[in-house]
């Protein structure tokens, strides 16, 4: 039997890829067991970026609903708070950026998972679906929460309980996701952005995710006053002093993420 998950690293970014195409990539405990690993060894500094995306044809179906109702299966009851859970805060808490490259349909917590990372971008004949109402459940893995907030509370509920399969396009017109390539080109433009944060001011970009992540709960005064902790921590970056130099300079900056 095949990994169901993939891993290499790439220069700088490690390439995750979900990986049971005949399923869409729908995730059993295996896989979700897996992901998580994956995300762990993450944590290791000479990864600047991660970029997840999946085998085939699809992103990830979600739940493999054949999964659900197996005797010896994991049970509803392990589901979230051991599956889909952990994933979404490593996706989260990981203090890099995380580029989801949706390559084809993305439904259940697989659209979720993908829309806790980072940075969303998709190929042109992908979608995104919150299939969750469809079968009797609610939308789960922090699309409750990631939604709403990326594209207002009535398309969020609509797009939630009707459970339509809307496209790349469509998604990125709703502020869904950040940007939609040609199929063609998606494979070579996604991986081409995830090195491009890759070679960034690792540290900077961290500091940018978490007080973004906190903006969703703070006050201004409390945000202010985190941006003002975390502005401190970037100018003492060793990648500040080189971006400040580089500019005096008029040449590239090479940024060593520390
Ligand atoms: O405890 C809990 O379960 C809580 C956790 C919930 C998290 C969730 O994610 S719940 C939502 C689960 N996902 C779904 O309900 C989506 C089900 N899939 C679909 O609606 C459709 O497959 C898609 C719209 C995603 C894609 O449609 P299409 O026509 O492109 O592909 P297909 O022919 O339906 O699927 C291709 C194969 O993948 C097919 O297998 P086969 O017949 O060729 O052997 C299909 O059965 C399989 N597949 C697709 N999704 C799943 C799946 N197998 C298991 N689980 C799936 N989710």
Known sequence: ????????????????????????????????????????????KSIRCIYITGAGKGFSAGQDLAEVTEPDGPGMAKILAEHYNPIITRLRNLPKPVVAAVNGVAAGAGANIAL?????????????????????????????????????????????????????????????????????????????????????????????????????ENTLEQQLQLEDELQQKAAASNDFAEGVQAFLEKRAAIFKGN
């Not at 709403?148 to 396009?169: C, E, F, N």
Request: glycine share 6%.
């Open 1 to 44: 039997m095949s990994d169901p998950v993939l891993f290499s690293v790439d220069k700088e970014v490690a390439v995750i890829t979900l990986n049971r195409p005949d399923k869409l990539n729908a995730f059993n405990r295996q896989m979700a067991m897996a992901l998580q690993s994956c995300l762990d060894d993450c944590a290791d």
């Open 116 to 216: 806790a990372c980072d940075i969303v971008v998709a190929s042109s004949g992908a979608s995104f679906m919150q299939a969750f109402s469809k079968i009797g459940l609610i939308p789960d893995s922090g699309g409750t929460y990631f939604l709403p907030r990326l594209v207002g509370h009535q398309k969020a509920i609509a797009l939630m309980m009707l459970g339509d399969k809307i496209s790349a396009t469509e998604a990125e017109r709703l502020g869904m996701i950040y940007k939609v390539f040609d199929e063609e080109e998606f494979a070579e433009k996604s991986l081409q952005l995830a090195h491009q944060l890759g070679a960034m001011a690792t540290l900077g970009l961290a500091y940018t995710k978490l007080a973004l992540n906190a903006s969703a």
